[in-house]
Antibody, heavy 112, light 107 residues
Framework: EVKLVESGGGLVQPGGSLRLSCEDS????????MTWVRQAPGKGLEWVANMNPDGSQKNYVDSVKGRFTISRDNAKNSLYLQMNSLTAEDTAVYYC?????WGQGTLVTVSS | DIQMTQSPSSLSASVGDRVTITCRAS??????LGWYQQQPGKAPKRLIY???TLQSGVPSRFSGSGSGTEFTLRISSLQPEDFATYYC?????????FGPGTKVDIK
């Protein structure tokens, strides 16, 4: 079974950057589309970005285009989300998702 | 972007009740829809994909139906662990979009 573990969240000032990581302990990472979903405190789920298995296709929600970059390293079974120019609206728990399996999430707080 | 709506936004029900949640898309999405359950303080869990296919390990009291613009999640006999928030997700067109959620609580 796929197990996903996110890391890299924390407190960052507005305008700052953060890089999230997600490690997949399963055996099919290199064959799977990978997704980031976020959830602001007390709010619903928001799909953020996804990437195909070889990294040639990347898709983003409009609100993060030009600021966030999704990437992956199939040799390390890892997915990343580079987040730049962060604003308070980016404060959320960020989940890594694969084949319907979700990690436990990592909290990103953007505040001065 | 495709807009997803859910009804009701919340409902109160008792253990053993049959529950129905509806999700509507602003344009046709074939059967490219999933249903997710989120218990308080936990990560979401996928229940249904492709509108009607039960995720492995999910109890058979959950079922999904629909295609095009209207979809339904049914719980045949509500159990204590089913009190949660349920979301639909369309995966037909980018950006993928979630519905706003339906909270199911105890009557």
């Amino acid at each position: 079974e796929v197990k996903l573990v996110e890391s890299g969240g924390g407190l960052v000032q507005p305008g700052g950057s953060l890089r999230l990581s997600c490690e997949d302990s399963g055996f099919t990472f290199s064959r799977n589309w990978m997704t980031w979903v976020r959830q602001a405190p007390g709010k619903g789920l928001e799909w953020v970005a996804n990437m195909n298995p070889d990294g040639s296709q990347k898709n983003y929600v409009d609100s993060v285009k030009g600021r966030f970059t999704i990437s992956r390293d199939n040799a390390k079974n890892s997915l990343y989300l580079q987040m730049n120019s962060l604003t308070a609206e980016d404060t959320a728990v960020y989940y890594c998702v694969s084949l319907g399996n979700w990690g436990q999430g990592t909290l990103v707080t953007v505040s001065s | 972007d495709i807009q997803m709506t859910q009804s009701p936004s919340s409902l109160s029900a008792s253990v053993g009740d049959r529950v129905t949640i509806t999700c509507r898309a602003s344009q046709g999405i074939r059967n490219d829809l999933g249903w997710y359950q989120q218990q308080p303080g936990k990560a979401p869990k996928r229940l249904i994909y492709d509108a009607s296919t039960l995720q492995s390990g999910v109890p058979s009291r959950f079922s999904g139906s629909g295609s095009g613009t209207e979809f339904t999640l049914r719980i045949s006999s509500l159990q204590p662990e089913d009190f949660a928030t349920y979301y639909c997700l369309q995966q037909n067109s980018y950006p993928f979009t979630f519905g706003p959620g339906t909270k199911v609580d105890i009557k």
